[in-house]
């Protein structure tokens, strides 16, 4: 029998976070398991899930901001009219939270979720809304939707709120090809929702080991600290990240947990990427932008409140302040900063009072100021120790009041303990986007598209426990 012709479908989900005990990995987990069961093999993905992450510093948005893209490949019968996909989306959505709100008893008062559909090939009219999303603002008003639906974007009326940003950012993200990486999720069983979790650390830092070519961030050694487990209320139980995905789906057999697995999924990401850190010159800046900028520090570092370290740096626009937070590395490497230093540094801004400041979240000392010690001369009538009086006004004599102007000095090159390697904060406080230093020489340029079942890329293990 003859292969049904497929057509292909990408549905978007953002900001399905603010549920307490939900978050849009776990719903995008549950939405593909239910497809997997009314299709049977009739269908196949694209691609793993996509888990985008988007601009950091928005402030409307929860830490992660990430949003999700399902890459679908179906019969095209199924999907003759997108509305009834729709349809079938916005039930098990409603399903989800219903199961939610009846059993978790949590809020929905503040979320904005968005759920839209597109067909291949996306519009190329759309190409700039990721990187957009990712480094900017988008805003949403009429224009915007009047354009997505012009473009054959299919949005959801029950949940058409702001997240029809992310999600649609999410789906366009397939036109930027460019670095990714992989994270498998696992999920706990319902019983143990706001438990504490229950991990073996010596099994993590054997994945570790066993993986230390293809995954990241596992555990950090310096702070004995196992760095795959949230700490929130959330679904999840742990997640590992690497380079491939049968890489992350080894954390399966050598991981061990003393508490149920309820099911499990691997996404394709632009997590550690920092896809986010785009060269601007800072004329450019605003409030809420992500950046990469170079220039000459012009300020000695300050210590401000809460102990950040302000300082200023220019380039051949304009100049703006770095601001640099603890904990450790970066606020030490801040705090060596000399007037002179030329630096790569990246971020986001902020606003402090009606001051535009770029949070740092990495440097790197480009090319360090050379700081010189003289010593004072000695006059030339009497011998004694001369003593500068000020700019311009010269070396004075206490003993017998003679004035030299341009005395010969005698100076040394101050060694200065600068770092001039690249710093990062440590493994725990490094935001989603943020490349680690082990992902350097890592890259990957571009992905492949091949189909794949469903099954290779989620699966459920305890439905009774998972939903
Ligand atoms: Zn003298």
């Given at each position: ?10 549905i978007g989900l953002d900001d399905f976070d603010a549920l307490r005990y939900g978050c849009t990995t776990h719903l995008a987990t549950y939405i593909l398991n239910e ?14 899930p996509?888990l985008v992450r ?6 409307w948005k929860t830490r992660g901001n990430g949003a999700i893209?399902i ?18 989306l916005e039930d098990l959505v409603e399903r989800y939270i219903d199961i939610f709100l009846n059993e978790f008893d949590v809020r929905t008062s503040d979320f904005e979720p968005g759920l ?40 959801s009326?029950r949940y058409?709120k702001r997240g029809?940003?992310g999600a649609?950012?999410a ?12 994270e498998?999720l696992t999920y706990r069983s319902k019983k143990m929702y706001g438990k504490?979790r ?31 487990i949230p700490r929130g209320p959330d679904p999840i139980l742990y997640g ?21 697995v309820a099911a499990w999924t691997?996404f ?190 989620t699966?459920v293990?305890e439905p009774?426990e998972f939903l």
């Open positions: 029998m003859q292969a049904p012709e497929l057509c292909y479908v990408n497809l997997l069961k009314s299709f049977g093999n009739n269908i196949l993905l694209l691609d793993y996509n988007l601009n950091p510093s928005i402030p893209a890459r679908l490949g179906v019969p095209c019968e199924y999907i003759s009219d997108l509305q009834i996909l729709m349809q079938m839209v559909i597109a067909r291949h090939p996306l519009p190329t009219d759309l190409v700039w809304l990721y990187k957009k999303a990712l480094t900017d603002i988008v805003v949403l008003d009429q224009n915007f939707v009047s354009k997505l639906v012009r473009w054959g974007f299919t949005i009326q058409g029809i940003i649609t950012a789906i366009m993200w397939m036109y930027r090809d460019c670095d990714y990486t992989f498998l504490r229950c991990i073996d650390e010596e099994s993590v830092k054997v994945f570790d080991s066993l993986t230390k070519e293809e995954s990241f961030n596992n555990y950090d050694y310096k702070e004995r600290r196992v760095l795959i590992v990240r690497g380079e491939s995905p049968d890489g992350v789906k080894k954390a399966l057999n050598i991981i061990r947990v003393c508490e149920p691997v394709r990401s632009n997590q550690a990427t920092d896809d986010h850190a785009v060269y601007r010159v800072v004329r450019e800046l605003n409030p809420y932008k992500t950046c990469r900028i170079r220039g000459i520090i012009t300020s000695k570092p300050v210590i401000v409140r809460g102990g950040t370290i302000i300082v200023k740096i220019f380039d051949s626009t304009s100049d703006i302040l770095l601001a640099f937070f603890k904990p450790a590395q970066l606020f030490n490497i801040a705090s060596s900063l000399e007037i002179g230093d030329y630096v790569e540094v990246q971020g986001h801004v902020k606003l402090w009072n009606n001051l535009q400041v770029v949070h740092v979240e990495k440097i790197v000392v480009l090319n360090a100021s050379r700081a010189y010690k003289c010593k004072a001369p000695k006059c030339p009538r009497c011998g004694n120790k001369m003593v500068k009086k000020g700019f311009g006004k010269g070396y004075k004599c206490e003993s017998c009041n003679t004035v030299v102007f341009n005395p010969v000095l005698e100076c040394m090159k101050v060694i200065r303990n600068v770092n001039i390697a690249l710093s990062l904060p440590p493994p725990h406080s490094q935001k989603h986007l943020v490349k680690p230093i082990e992902r350097y020489g890592r890259e990957k340029y571009a992905y492949k598209y091949e189909m794949l079942p469903v099954v290779n890329a699966k293990l009774l």
